[in-house]
C-alpha cells in the first residue's frame, strides 16, 4: 500500500498546481453530478465555464462576472494577511454587513442633498462600520485570549439581526408603504456607485480591489510589516524573538481584513444591490475565505480565484435557466472546489510512496 | 457633480441590445421566465409559483415554453438573472419575491418590449404589472376554526417579517378567533425568514412548550406541521396543501393558487392583449383557496367556515368591517365601516386585544 510521506520542504510544483487540479477535478465530479442528474455534463460545464465569457451575451454576462468578482477579491486581500499571519478572521460577512449599514446610513443621513462630499464620507463611514466591528474580536482576543474564529463567526448573526433591525426601523424607507428596506441609494446621485464606463460592471468597488491587491502585493514583498506577517504565520517563536508583537499585529490584520469588507459592503450597497435590505448580504464574506485559500493567499492568486468563483457563479445561473438544473447541485459544484483544493493541498507537504519504502527514505 | 460626468458619454451597450428583446413574432413559442426566492422543493411559497408555471405549460402546450431559476438572492443577482432571462428571449418574466421590486423596474426599463410581473410588490411601469392575493380572507376563516377548534384558548403563530401582509393575516385571524371564542389568546413567534425549516420548528416547539394547541404560520416549510403532528395538536397548512406532512394535525391549508393568473397573463401575451396592471386576488377569483377540511372539524364548523366564505366571495362580507379599534385602544373602523385596500395595503399596526409590539 502506498503511504503518505513529509517532505523535507513543501513543494512548490504542488503549491502552484493544486488550484488547478482541484479545478479540474470539480470539473469532472461535477460533471458525474449533473450525468447522475440526467443532464449532459459536457455541455453543462461548456455553460457553467464557457457561455458567460463567449456566449452570444457574453458582453453582459463578463461585466456581471466583474460585479461578482469585485467584493470577493476585495474581501479575501483582508483576509489572506491576517490568514498567513495565523489570525483567522472568518467574520468577514458580519464587517461586510456593518460597512454597508454605517456606510449606507452616512448616506442616508444626508438625503436628498446633494454634492461631492457625500459619497467620500460614506466610503470612510463603510471602512469605519467594518474595522469597529473586526475590533471585538481583536480586543477580545488580545486581553482575555478568547478565539477570534468563534467570535468574529457569531458575530455575523448579530450583524445579520442589526441588519434586520435597521432594515425594519431607523433606516426604513419613508417612502415605503411599511415595507423593509431603506431607500435606494442607486437612486440618489450623490451616494451612488454605479458603473465607472456604463455596462462594464467596474464601480468603485473595482478600483478598490485593484488599488488594494496592488498594496498587498507590495507589503508583502517590501514592507516590513509584510515581513512580521510572512513570519509570524511560518515561524511564531522566530518572530516573538524577532520583535513582532503579536498583539499589534492582531490588531492590524483583523483591521485590514474589516475595513476591506466593510468597504466591500459599503460599495455593495450604494451600487449593485442599492438599498439595506434583511436579505442584503448574500455571504460574499464566507465565499471570500475560499477565494482566499484558492488563491493561495497571494494576492495575483486571488484575483484569479475571484474572477474564477464570479463565473461560476454568473454560469451555474444561466446552467439553471437553459438546462433545468438544481440551484443545490450549483451550490454543491462551488463546495466540491474548496473540498478539492483542500484534498489536493496534502501533496503540498506529503508525497506518496509505495508501500514499505519509508524506513529507507529516512 | 464631476464624479460621473464622465460617464454618461458612455454607449448603453445593454440598452440597444434590450431594444430589440421581447417583442412577440407570430408563429414563434412565447417564452416565459420565473424568478423564484426559494428552491422549488420547498411545499409552500415558490412550490406553489412553480405549480403556476406547470400549469401555464400544461395549458398552453406548444405556444409556450417556461424556464425559472431558483433560490435568487434579492438585489444584483436578482437583477442579473432577469437580465439573463430577457436576453434569453424571454418574453414575459414573472419575478415572485417582494424583495425583486427594484430590480424588476431596473431590468424592465431596459428590456420595453418584454412584460414583467411582479408579485406582491407595489412599483410598476408600462411593462411591469403587480399581483397579490388576498391572503386574509383565507386567514379570517382559518381563524374562525382555530378559535372553535382550540381548547388550550392559546394559538401559536409563526410569522415571517413584520410587513404589511403579514401583519394583516395576523390581524385577519385574530378579529375571527376572537369573535368566536373570547377567551382566545395569541402567541406570535417572529422568526424573520421565509423558509427555514430548522428555525420554524424551534418555534413551534417554543410556541407547544407555552401551550398552544392550534399552530399557524406564515412561512413556506412544513416543518411546522411535522412538529405538530408529531406533538398531537392542531395546525392550518400554508401555500400548499400540507396533509402528507400532518395528516393528523392539518385541519386546513390556506393555498395560494397562481394559476388562472399565470395561464391568463401568458395568454395575453400571446394575443398582444397585456397590459400593465395592477391585480389583487382573493377568493372570488380563486387566487386563494382552502384545501379540503379534515374530519377533526365538526360539521357545524365546517358550515360556518363555508358560510364565511361563500360571504367573501359574494361581497357581502369583508373581514375588516369595523368596529375595530387599534392595539392602543383608538378607534381604526367605526360599525360597519370597511377597510379600504390602501390602508389594507400598508398596515403597520396590530388590532386592539392582540399582546406584544411589532418589533422594528
Known amino acids: 500500500m502506498p503511504i503518505l510521506e513529509k517532505r523535507p520542504v513543501p513543494s512548490r510544483f504542488w503549491a502552484r498546481g493544486t488550484p488547478v487540479l482541484a479545478v479540474l477535478m470539480t470539473m469532472i465530479a461535477g460533471g458525474a453530478l449533473f450525468a447522475l442528474l440526467g443532464k449532459d455534463p459536457v455541455e453543462a460545464i461548456r455553460t457553467i465555464f464557457w457561455d458567460p465569457l463567449f456566449s452570444e451575451f457574453g458582453f453582459y454576462y463578463r461585466s456581471q462576472i466583474l460585479v461578482k468578482a469585485g467584493p470577493l477579491i476585495l474581501i479575501a486581500i483582508g483576509l489572506s494577511l491576517g490568514f498567513r499571519a495565523g489570525i483567522w478572521n472568518i467574520g468577514a460577512e458580519g464587517q461586510y454587513i456593518m460597512g454597508a449599514i454605517l456606510g449606507g446610513a452616512v448616506g442616508l443621513a444626508f438625503y436628498p442633498a446633494e454634492g461631492w462630499h457625500v459619497f467620500p464620507l460614506m466610503i470612510v463611514a463603510g471602512a469605519l462600520g467594518g474595522v469597529l466591528w473586526a475590533m471585538i474580536p481583536a480586543l477580545l482576543r488580545i486581553r482575555f485570549g478568547t478565539n477570534e474564529i468563534l467570535v468574529s463567526l457569531m458575530l455575523v448573526y448579530v450583524a445579520e439581526n442589526i441588519l434586520r433591525s435597521v432594515s425594519f426601523g431607523i433606516l426604513k424607507n419613508p417612502q415605503g408603504f411599511g415595507f423593509p428596506g431603506s431607500r435606494n441609494l442607486s437612486e440618489y446621485p450623490a451616494a451612488a456607485n454605479p458603473d465607472l464606463i456604463e455596462g462594464t460592471g467596474f464601480h468603485w468597488g473595482g478600483v478598490a480591489a485593484v488599488l488594494m491587491v496592488l498594496l498587498a502585493w507590495g507589503l508583502l514583498s517590501r514592507h516590513m510589516l509584510g515581513y512580521q506577517i510572512r513570519l509570524s504565520g511560518q515561524a511564531p517563536r522566530a518572530a516573538h524573538f524577532g520583535g513582532v508583537n503579536p498583539d499589534r499585529l492582531v490588531l492590524v490584520c483583523m483591521g485590514i481584513s474589516g475595513a476591506l469588507a466593510g468597504l466591500a459592503g459599503l460599495f455593495e450597497v450604494a451600487g449593485p444591490a442599492g438599498q439595506l435590505s434583511p436579505d442584503f448580504n448574500v455571504g460574499y464574506g464566507f465565499t471570500a475565505i475560499i477565494v482566499a485559500f484558492l488563491g493561495r493567499l497571494h494576492p495575483l492568486g486571488i484575483v484569479l480565484a475571484g474572477l474564477l468563483l464570479g463565473l461560476t457563479e454568473v454560469g451555474g445561473a444561466i446552467a439553471q435557466q437553459n438546462l433545468g438544473l438544481p440551484a443545490a447541485s450549483i451550490k454543491a459544484f462551488q463546495g466540491m472546489l474548496l473540498f478539492f483544493l483542500l484534498a489536493m493541498d496534502v501533496f503540498t507537504d506529503y508525497r506518496l510512496r509505495p508501500g514499505g519504502s519509508r524506513k529507507e527514505a529516512a | ?360
Open chain 2, 1 to 360: 457633480m464631476k464624479r460621473r460626468s464622465f460617464l454618461t458619454s458612455a454607449a448603453l451597450a445593454l440598452g440597444i441590445a434590450g431594444l430589440g428583446a421581447g417583442a412577440v413574432t407570430a408563429g414563434e413559442k412565447v417564452k416565459a421566465g420565473f424568478v423564484y426566492v426559494g428552491p422549488v422543493g420547498d411545499f409552500g411559497w415558490t412550490y406553489q409559483h412553480d405549480q403556476g408555471r406547470q400549469a401555464v405549460e400544461a395549458e398552453l402546450g406548444e405556444q409556450v415554453e417556461t424556464t425559472f431559476v431558483e433560490s435568487v438572492p434579492e438585489g444584483a443577482d436578482a437583477e442579473r438573472v432577469m437580465t439573463q432571462m430577457a436576453l434569453g428571449g424571454a418574453n414575459i418574466i414573472f419575478t415572485t419575491s417582494f424583495g425583486y421590486m427594484d430590480a424588476t423596474i431596473k431590468v424592465a426599463k431596459k428590456f420595453p418590449n418584454v412584460k414583467f410581473e411582479h408579485a406582491t410588490g407595489y412599483k410598476r411601469a408600462d411593462n411591469v404589472s403587480t399581483y397579490s392575493a388576498r391572503f386574509y380572507e383565507g386567514r379570517a376563516v382559518i381563524g374562525t376554526i382555530a378559535g372553535r377548534m382550540t381548547k388550550t384558548n392559546k394559538i401559536g403563530y409563526i410569522a415571517s417579517f413584520p410587513i404589511p401582509e403579514v401583519i394583516r393575516g395576523i390581524n385577519a385571524a385574530y378579529i375571527h378567533a376572537k369573535k368566536v371564542n373570547p377567551d382566545v389568546e395569541f402567541k406570535i413567534v417572529w422568526v424573520y425568514t421565509w423558509f427555514d425549516p430548522a428555525k420554524e420548528a424551534d418555534a413551534a416547539t417554543a410556541l407547544i412548550e407555552q401551550g398552544v394547541d392550534v399552530i399557524m404560520q406564515h412561512t413556506d416549510s412544513p416543518a411546522a406541521m411535522t412538529i405538530a403532528e408529531a406533538k398531537g395538536i392542531m395546525a392550518f397548512g400554508q401555500a400548499s396543501d400540507m396533509s402528507k406532512f400532518g395528516p393528523n394535525a392539518q385541519l386546513t391549508s390556506i393555498i395560494d393558487n397562481w394559476a388562472p393568473y399565470y395561464v391568463e397573463r401568458v395568454k395575453a401575451v400571446i394575443d398582444g392583449t397585456w397590459e400593465s396592471q395592477d391585480t389583487w386576488h382573493g377568493f372570488k377569483e380563486g387566487m386563494v383557496q382552502l384545501s379540503p377540511y379534515s374530519d377533526k372539524v365538526p360539521a357545524d364548523v365546517q358550515a360556518e367556515a363555508e358560510a364565511m366564505k361563500q360571504a367573501i366571495i359574494d361581497g357581502t362580507y369583508h373581514p375588516f368591517t369595523g368596529p375595530i379599534n387599534k392595539q392602543d385602544g383608538t378607534s381604526w373602523l367605526a360599525e360597519g365601516e370597511v377597510a379600504d385596500d390602501g390602508v389594507l395595503a400598508s398596515m403597520n399596526f396590530y388590532v386592539e386585544g392582540i399582546e406584544g409590539e411589532i418589533p422594528q
